[in-house]
């Protein structure tokens, strides 16, 4: 059985996804941030999880090459979205015990950013099935 890929070729594709992972996970640990809420507007926090958290999803998807054809792709896909947000959750869960406070507000920020991923993911999907097709 010959892979696709060789492992050497395919590691690359996930740094960035577990860069980014790591990343979060190191700013989440710091104890005391104060959110720049002030800065532009009210909740200005939520909408950087969101943010963060679509970057993650989207370095999954390209992780796991979902861009491309693939049978079980909306299986994947979904599994991918749902990863996100259940690894904001569990860093949720963490920052009470470094000093943080858990934010249920946050962990919904974290699924919508996750979220626009798989929205833009189908609507591309549906688009290129149109192309393929000759429906508009």
């Known amino acids: 059985m010959r892979l696709r890929h060789p492992p050497s070729r395919r590691f690359p594709r996930w740094l960035p996804a577990a860069g980014s992972a790591v990343l979060i996970f190191v700013v989440s640990s710091i104890p005391k941030v104060e959110p720049p809420e ?3 507007f009210p909740s200005m926090d939520k909408a950087i999880h969101a943010f963060v958290y ?3 999803a989207a370095l999954l998807f390209h992780a796991l090459r979902l861009w491309q054809r693939c049978e079980r792709a909306f299986l994947i896909a ?3 979205t ?3 947000p259940i ?3 569990l860093i949720e869960l963490y920052q009470p015990l470094i000093g943080r406070t858990m934010s249920l ?3 919904l ?3 919508v950013g996750a979220l626009i991923v798989l929205v833009i993911y189908m ?4 688009r290129r099935k149109e192309n393929m097709t000759g429906t508009e």
Do not use: Q, S, T
């Open 78 to 80: 979904l599994a991918a």
């Open 87 to 89: 690894y904001g959750g």
């Open 82 to 84: 749902l990863a996100c």
């Open 109 to 111: 920020a974290n699924l």
């Open 105 to 107: 507000g946050d962990a």
């Open 38 to 40: 002030a800065l532009f």
């Open 123 to 126: 609507l591309r999907k549906r």
């Open 54 to 56: 679509l970057v993650l």
